[in-house]
C-alpha cells in the first residue's frame, strides 16, 4: 500500500498566485514526521518545511506553509505568491520512528510551473 | 545549513567496470546515512541505510553484493555500483540526517551513466 500520496502529477499555477500540492500519508505510527522537499531541474533536494505529528500548529517557513489535517491523514503543501522560480518537482516525504530512524518515504511527486 | 556533497557530480562509464560514489557530511558527524536512486521523472527510492561502523542494510530487491555501501567514518559513506550495467544508469542521491533534529540533508547527486 502506498504510504504517501500525490495525486497531481502536474500543476500550474500563475506569478503571484498561491497554489496547494496535495499529500496524503497512511501510517499506524503515532510519531511520525512528515517533510516537503523542492527538486529543481539540477537534481538538488532542497528541503521546504517539516511538520511533526504531534505539532499542534500549522508549520509555515516564509512563503511556504503545510497544511496538516492529521484525521484526514494530509499534509498540503500551501505556497503563496509564486515565483518562476519556484517550477520545479516537489516530493512530499514521512519519516516514521519504526524501524531504521530517519527513514524517510516519498510520494511520487508533484511538477509545479509557474507561468507569466 | 547543514552541508552534505557528493563526487563525482557526473560520471560515464562502460559496461562491466565498477563505480564509486562519495557522499560526506562537511560540517557535522553522520552515524547514519541514506543512499537513493531516482529514475527520470520518478520518486526517490531508497537503497540501503549506511551505518558507520557496521554493515548496511538494504532494502528489499536492492542487491548488496552489487552496490557496495561502506561507511568509513563519521563524516564519508561511499556506494560502489560494482560490474555496472546500463539499467543502473540512473541519478544516485545520499542524505544524512541531522542528529537531534528534524532535517535531513541531501548530496547534490550524481548522475550515473553506464554505456
Known amino acids: 500500500a502506498q504510504k504517501i500520496t500525490q495525486t497531481q502529477p502536474g500543476m500550474f499555477v500563475q506569478e503571484k498566485e498561491a497554489v496547494t500540492l496535495d499529500c496524503t500519508y497512511d501510517?499506524?505510527?503515532?510519531?511520525?514526521?512528515l517533510f516537503w522537499y523542492k527538486q529543481p531541474s539540477s537534481g538538488e533536494m532542497i528541503f521546504l518545511i517539516y511538520?511533526?505529528?504531534?505539532?499542534?500548529q500549522n508549520a509555515t517557513e516564509g512563503r511556504y506553509s503545510l497544511n496538516f489535517q492529521k484525521a484526514r491523514k494530509s499534509a498540503n503543501l500551501v505556497i503563496s505568491a509564486s515565483q518562476l522560480g519556484d517550477s520545479a518537482m516537489y516530493f512530499c516525504?514521512?519519516?516514521?520512528?519504526?524501524?531504521?530512524?530517519?527513514?524517510?518515504?516519498f510520494g511520487t511527486g508533484t511538477r509545479l510551473q509557474v507561468t507569466l | 545549513g547543514a552541508v552534505v556533497s557528493q563526487h563525482p557530480s557526473r560520471v560515464i562509464c562502460k559496461s562491466g567496470t565498477s563505480v564509486k560514489i562519495e557522499c560526506r557530511s562537511l560540517?557535522?558527524?553522520?552515524?547514519?546515512m541514506f543512499w537513493y536512486r531516482q529514475f527520470p521523472k520518478k520518486s526517490l527510492m531508497l537503497m540501503a541505510t549506511?551505518?558507520?561502523?557496521?554493515?548496511?542494510?538494504?532494502e528489499q530487491g536492492v542487491e548488496k553484493d552489487k552496490f557496495l555501501i561502506n561507511h568509513a567514518s563519521l563524516t564519508l559513506s561511499t556506494l560502489t555500483v560494482t560490474s555496472a550495467h546500463p539499467e543502473d544508469s540512473s541519478f544516485y542521491i545520499c542524505?544524512?540526517?541531522?542528529?537531534?533534529?528534524?532535517?535531513?540533508?541531501f548530496g547534490p547527486g550524481t548522475r550515473l551513466t553506464v554505456l
Open positions: 542524505s544524512a540526517p541531522l542528529v537531534g533534529g528534524n532535517e535531513q540533508f
Open positions: 501510517t499506524s505510527d503515532p510519531s511520525y514526521g
Open positions: 511538520q511533526g505529528s504531534y505539532d499542534q
Open positions: 516525504a514521512m519519516r516514521e520512528r519504526t524501524g531504521t530512524a530517519s527513514k524517510l518515504t
Open positions: 560540517d557535522f558527524q553522520a552515524t547514519t
Open positions: 549506511s551505518n558507520e561502523g557496521s554493515k548496511a542494510t538494504y
